[in-house]
């Protein structure tokens, strides 16, 4: 018989969590981070915090996550979502897209507030963790403030704006129905610039929208959005931050907007074992899975099957069997390349040329999918097909699909020296034991097999290392690091009750004022005046430096001037 109640189980649940925070919220997330940097040694979390001692903004990433981030770094989206803590902190969440095609999650950032100088500090720190490894392409939604970020820490990076919140403007500031659909091809369509050029114009004109000031300022922009002027640019498909609204509505299902900072923390370790797993999955599912040949190109769709992966192998597979359609209109010769060029049944009038050259052998394409998604093209298989090619031709094979995306990256720099090499080395590493978790937990004999096989090969490692595992620890100084202030976020608050108000004021009554301004509607630890005169010296790009402690800014960005604001680092070096 139970001595207790469900109250009974909640109410010490409550305690426990009580107790957890003893020391403050904030304290308690950066001591559960520095335990993380225990059981991960390439863990690494920056933080800020104002003149009051309060926490400003939080970064962190642990090892995988930067060994994730130097293979599919390439393209990185990141968009902010609220109301994943009581501070209402905004919760960024750095992620691409890994070689099965999956969310991988780079690293995680809560911001102090939405402003130039912190994104800009978000970004130069992510990038000084991640070994100065610039994406290609940046993915968000448009704000302002991060655009200007992105321009001032990314400048090469091309920007490319999302195009489902282009779609949801477009609803809000044009009335006119068809312009959506106008709109939405305009985005899409694989225009070249000619064509997208004659189509925006005969259709705004038509539309009599000449003059509205939205379709002006976005037409301004369409370099950043519209296919025509981004065909060639690398995106792993990437069109629109669905994936980031698709992850901020998956973490959302671990959070609540009552989060403590630590909950939060914690909650967000649970997401990433989540992704982590789903990854794991793909890449049993595609090391086993061997597929019925459908294309008619057997030799040619074999050699893509145990090639790429089960995700990527299907979109590959609808590309050979696009060469059925393909009409063949000749070929001509320029010394060692050949030209040739195809229509499409629906298409006619649209000619696509294909250049071959044996010698090398290089297959290029006018059409530009190889240069925008990583995968050859119909008119490139249809080459191939004349040609008399059984495989894919090594010049269009791009690793970051392949099954053995991080086992190649990790035996291609078994030799190199430097951080970012230890990284995907790192990165390789643990690939290869999950697969080994997974495939060792199924059966009692097979994980005692495999406890003691690990066991026997940490011994050996620490031996041949002279019994110790090297590596510099350097242990933060006791720190202060108090809860942080209400932050005030971008947009509308929930609807209710009014920011501010209050359903017990008396009517005709004095309303309660700030102490610091003398306003009303909040108190001083809210006050925006306040964190304004806090946040005068807002260290920008002011951090730690892994290996170089003296430094307090990322490399590239060392001024020496001294902050108001202190920026931390827990770090533990690995060395290899």
């Given at each position: 018989m139970l001595r207790f109640t469900k109250r009974d189980l909640y109410n010490y649940v409550h305690s426990q969590r009580i107790a957890q925070l003893n020391d403050g919220d904030a304290a308690a997330a950066i001591s559960y981070l520095e335990g993380k940097v225990n059981a991960d040694m390439m863990t690494v979390a920056r933080y800020t915090k104002t003149t009051g001692d309060q926490l400003g903004s939080l970064f962190w990433a642990d090892g995988q996550m930067m060994a994730d981030y130097q293979l599919f770094g390439d393209v990185l989206a990141f968009d902010a979502t609220y109301r994943s803590n009581k501070y209402k902190k905004p919760l960024v969440v750095f992620s691409g897209s890994n070689h099965h095609k999956q969310t991988a999650i780079f690293g995680f950032a809560l911001l102090q507030d939405e402003e130039v100088r912190t994104y800009r500090w978000m970004l130069l720190n992510m990038l000084d963790v991640m070994e100065s490894?610039?994406?290609?392409?940046?993915v968000t939604d448009g704000d302002k403030a991060m655009r200007a970020a992105i321009?001032?820490?990314?400048?090469?990076?091309?920007?490319?704006?999302?195009?489902w919140h282009l779609e949801k403007n477009c609803v809000l500031r044009v009335k006119e129905p068809e312009f959506r659909k106008v709109f939405k091809k305009a985005v899409y369509a694989n225009f070249d610039v000619a064509e997208f050029e004659e189509y925006w114009r005969t259709a705004v004109k038509s539309l009599?929208?000449?003059?509205?000031?939205?379709?002006?300022?976005?037409?301004?922009?369409?370099?950043?959005?519209?296919t025509a002027y981004l065909r060639g640019t690398f995106c792993t498909s990437y069109k629109t931050t669905s994936r980031c609204e698709g992850i901020n509505a998956f973490v959302k299902g671990f959070l609540k907007s009552t989060n403590s900072l630590l909950e939060l923390v914690q909650s967000l370790d649970r997401v990433v074992k989540d992704y982590?797993?789903?990854?794991?999955?793909?890449?049993?599912?595609?090391?086993?899975?061997?597929?019925?040949?459908?294309?008619?190109?057997?030799?040619?769709?074999?050699?893509?099957?145990k090639l790429y992966t089960r995700a990527v192998f299907k979109e590959v597979r609808?590309?050979?069997?696009?060469?059925g359609s393909l009409l063949f209109l000749g070929k001509d010769s320029i010394s060692t390349t050949s030209v040739y060029k195809f229509s499409s049944v629906g298409n006619r009038s649209r000619v696509r040329k294909v250049l071959y050259d044996p010698s090398e052998p290089k297959i290029e394409c006018?059409?530009?999918?190889?240069?925008?998604?990583?995968?050859?093209?119909?008119?490139?298989?249809?080459?191939?097909?004349?040609?008399?090619?059984?495989?894919?031709?090594?010049?269009?094979?791009?690793?970051?699909?392949?099954?053995?995306a991080k086992e190649w990256t990790a035996s291609s720099t078994c030799d190199s020296l430097g951080h970012t090499s230890r990284l995907?080395?790192?990165?390789?590493?643990?690939?290869?034991?999950?697969?080994?978790?997974?495939?060792?937990?199924?059966?009692?004999?097979?994980?005692?097999?495999?406890?003691?096989?690990?066991?026997?090969?940490?011994?050996?490692?620490?031996?041949?290392?002279?019994?110790?595992?090297?590596?510099?620890?350097?242990?933060r100084e006791q720190d202060v690091v108090r809860d942080p202030a209400v932050t005030r976020t971008k947009g509308a608050p929930k609807?209710?009750?009014?920011?501010?108000?209050?359903?017990?004021?008396?009517?005709?009554?004095?309303?309660?004022?700030?102490?610091?301004?003398?306003?009303?509607?909040?108190?001083?630890?809210?006050?925006?005046?306040?964190?304004?005169?806090?946040?005068?010296?807002?260290?920008?790009?002011?951090?730690?430096?892994?290996?170089d402690p003296s430094s307090g800014e990322p490399s590239g960005n060392r001024s020496g001037r001294s902050c108001s604001e202190v920026c931390l680092m827990i770090w533990v070096i690995f060395d290899m």
């Open positions: 490894k610039k994406p290609s392409v940046v321009a001032d820490v990314l400048p090469s990076a091309r920007h490319r704006l999302c195009g009599g929208l000449m003059e509205n000031s939205w379709v002006k300022s976005t037409y301004e922009l369409r370099q950043s959005w519209a982590r797993n789903n990854e794991l999955t793909a890449q049993f599912y595609s090391s086993y899975y061997t597929p019925v040949l459908t294309t008619g190109l057997d030799k040619i769709e074999l050699f893509a099957a609808k590309q050979i069997k696009g060469v006018d059409c530009m999918m190889w240069n925008s998604e990583g995968i050859p093209c119909c008119h490139i298989f249809c080459v191939m097909k004349y040609e008399g090619l059984g495989e894919i031709p090594p010049g269009l094979i791009l690793r970051r699909w392949c099954k053995d995907l080395r790192y990165g390789a590493l643990c690939s290869s034991m999950s697969v080994v978790a997974k495939l060792a937990s199924d059966d009692a004999a097979d994980f005692f097999l495999a406890r003691d096989a690990l066991t026997s090969l940490a011994r050996r490692l620490q031996l041949r290392r002279g019994n110790t595992v090297a590596q510099d620890e350097r242990v609807r209710g009750r009014e920011m501010g108000s209050s359903t017990n004021a008396v009517p005709g009554g004095k309303r309660r004022c700030c102490t610091s301004c003398g306003l009303p509607s909040h108190t001083k630890r809210t006050c925006m005046s306040q964190r304004e005169t806090s946040q005068a010296g807002y260290p920008e790009g002011t951090s730690a430096t892994i290996g």
